[in-house]
């Protein structure tokens, strides 16, 4: 019931900044928590930063003070601000939409993923 499409994902030097886009349309956006996981070549899909259907913020501890995560209801949108980035943030990120905050379910709903790329 919920499609998510990501955008604003690029090639970013180390210390810059980035703003991840995720669209929703569907009838759950209010009813599940969204967030970002990312993956990065040969890794597993780890948790970045969710934010829960009551408004409540979470974060990863490796981008904790780095990263804010947001949402604006009325355009159906959660965004992921990203400063000071670094190398090992290198990864595609992908925007979920399910029940839980920090872990994947079946229930999940992803979008199709936008590359971020820092270099040093």
């Known amino acids: 019931q919920v499609q998510l499409v990501e955008s604003g994902g690029g090639l970013v030097q180390a210390g810059g900044s980035l703003r991840l886009s995720c669209a929703a349309s569907?009838?759950?956006?209010?009813?599940?928590?969204m967030g970002w996981f990312r993956q990065a070549p040969g890794k597993e899909r780890e948790f970045v930063a969710t934010?829960?259907?009551?408004?409540?913020?979470y974060y990863a501890d490796s981008v904790k003070g780095r990263f804010t995560i947001s949402r604006d209801n009325a355009k159906n949108t959660v965004y992921l601000q990203m400063n000071n980035l670094k190398p090992e943030d290198t990864a595609v990120y992908y925007c979920?939409?399910?029940?839980?905050?920090?872990?994947?379910?079946?229930?999940?709903?992803w979008g199709q993923g936008t590359q971020v790329t820092v270099s040093s």
């Open positions: 934010v829960s259907w009551t408004g409540g913020t």
């Open positions: 569907g009838r759950t956006f209010s009813n599940y928590a």
């Open positions: 979920k939409a399910g029940p839980t905050i920090r872990t994947m379910t079946s229930s999940d709903s």
